[in-house]
């Protein structure tokens, strides 16, 4: 049996079906995942490990302005 993901019709999609989106840190695609339902449109990192990634970056420069 292939990779498939369920939507939140019930309906199966193979993985390569589901929408990706490119990192703003590691440039690196990632798919669409179902607790990103909801908010898919404001999701900007691939993991936490980015995410956070990008909050340390930008508390630095703010740090170096002050």
Known sequence: ?????????GKMRKKA?????ICVICH???AWRRKWAVCWDQVRYCSEKCRRTRQS?????QDRRL
Request: aromatic letters at 4%.
């Open 1 to 9: 049996m292939g990779k498939a993901a369920q939507t939140t019709g």
């Open 17 to 21: 079906d589901l929408p990706a989106k």
């Open 28 to 30: 690196r695609p990632f």
């Open 57 to 61: 970056a930008t508390l630095s420069v």
